[in-house]
Structures are given as structure tokens and as C-alpha cells.
């Protein structure tokens, strides 16, 4: 075992954590050289923190205040803290369904990553798989980005695309996007941990080292 210290996660979701699951499993087959250091949820009983807990990680509820999509002025500021009490070095959020505003994004500059159900810059916003669907998309996928001020709207770090089959329902194709957003978020928060992730602008590249 290296003593080396490790890059510190901290993991936000709001739902059942699968995309959790599939970065901590990294983890610990060695695929991601980084270490979970923190799991919030805004949800008291969701299976994120269930997940997190039976994997004896620290997990923590943490009220979300009073609006429904955003955290409000005091519950944004405790969010920040207890992040960076716990020293984190990425913001990774796996489902967690509040926009997070300009003083939460200050306090983690270029920091903070998300995953979305879709090829950004098509579908943002909710449901992003019933949308692809309903639209008539032949093809869709997932995005793992930076969080900026905008919506599901930051610099692209990876993308996985699949299929819209002729048969799917929505959760047909949820599952699909699910299994490849299980491939692709932990390569990109192993490509960051590494240091390989750059950005420039809108531009992000990887570099081996
Ligand atoms: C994922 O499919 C993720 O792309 C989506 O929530 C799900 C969480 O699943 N996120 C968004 O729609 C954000 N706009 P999980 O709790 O099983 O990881």
C-alpha cells in the first residue's frame, strides 16, 4: 500500500447511487487512484447513502433548506463546509438533482464534475432519456462535465453515446444510457485524479502523463 495521500472525493446524489457503485468498484480494483472521502445526500433515505454506508464509507444527509431544485443560503454554505472539512479535491455529482449556485461553484473552481443522461448539448434539464425518445433520437448517450453557472451546460470531459432502439420504452433506454455511464464516469474521475484532465476554455483535453 502507498502512503501516498490520495485525491479525496466527495460524492453528492440525491437517488439509488448505481453511478457511486460503479466509482467506488473502481476504486477498489485499482482503477481509480482516488479515495472516497464523503457521501452527501439531500435525500434522508436515499439508497446512495444505504450504499455508501455498507461500504463503511462516511455518509451524510444533509438538509437541503427550503426550495426543491436549489440548496437555499444557509443549507448552500453548509454544504460547502462540510466538503471542505472532509478536504475534498473533486466534487463528483452521481444524480444529485439541485443546481448549485455561483457561491458553491466558487468555493470549488473547476472542481466540481456532474453526469447527464444525454449527449450534451442536446437534452439538458430532466428526463433527459424520455426527451431523447420523444424527440425521435436515433442516437443519445451520457456526458460527464464540468458544472458551471448554466444548467447541465459546463466544458465536456467524456461522452459515451448508445443507441435509441425502435422497441424502447424510457426505462429501457435509461437502463442502456445507466450501463454506460457506469463505464464512463469512473474513467473520467480516474483521467482527473491522475492529473491528465486539462482545460482551456470550453476545451477539455487528456493528457497521458
Ligand atoms: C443518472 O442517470 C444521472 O445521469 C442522472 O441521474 C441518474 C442517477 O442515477 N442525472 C441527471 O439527470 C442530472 N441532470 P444513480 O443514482 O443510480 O447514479
Not at 463528483?92 to 448549485?100: E, I, K, Q, Y
Not at 461522452?159 to 429501457?172: G, R
Request: charged share 20%; net charge positive.
Amino acid at each position: 500500500m502507498s502512503s501516498e495521500p490520495r485525491f479525496r472525493l466527495g460524492v453528492l446524489g440525491s437517488g439509488k447511487g448505481s453511478n457511486f457503485v460503479a466509482i467506488a468498484d473502481a476504486i477498489a480494483t485499482g482503477q481509480v487512484p482516488a479515495q472516497i472521502a464523503l457521501v452527501l445526500s439531500d435525500a434522508p433515505e436515499a439508497g446512495i447513502l444505504a450504499r455508501a454506508r455498507a461500504r463503511n464509507l462516511p455518509a451524510r444527509f444533509l438538509a437541503p433548506g427550503r426550495f426543491r431544485t436549489k440548496l437555499d443560503e444557509e443549507t448552500e454554505p453548509a454544504y460547502v463546509r462540510v466538503l471542505q472539512e472532509a478536504q475534498v479535491d473533486l466534487v463528483v455529482l452521481a444524480g444529485f438533482m439541485r443546481v448549485l449556485k455561483a457561491r458553491f461553484l466558487e468555493a470549488f473552481p473547476r472542481r466540481i464534475i456532474n453526469i447527464h443522461p444525454s449527449l450534451l448539448p442536446a437534452f439538458p434539464g430532466l428526463e433527459a432519456w424520455r426527451q431523447a425518445l420523444d424527440h425521435g433520437a436515433k442516437v443519445t448517450g451520457c456526458t460527464v462535465h464540468f458544472v458551471d453557472a448554466g444548467v447541465d451546460a459546463g466544458p465536456i470531459i467524456g461522452q459515451q453515446a448508445v443507441p435509441v432502439l425502435d422497441d424502447d420504452t424510457p426505462e429501457t433506454l435509461h437502463q442502456r444510457i445507466q450501463a454506460a455511464e457506469h463505464t464512463l464516469y469512473p474513467a473520467c474521475v480516474a483521467a482527473i485524479s491522475r492529473g491528465e484532465v486539462a482545460v482551456q476554455g470550453r476545451r477539455v483535453s487528456w493528457r497521458k502523463h
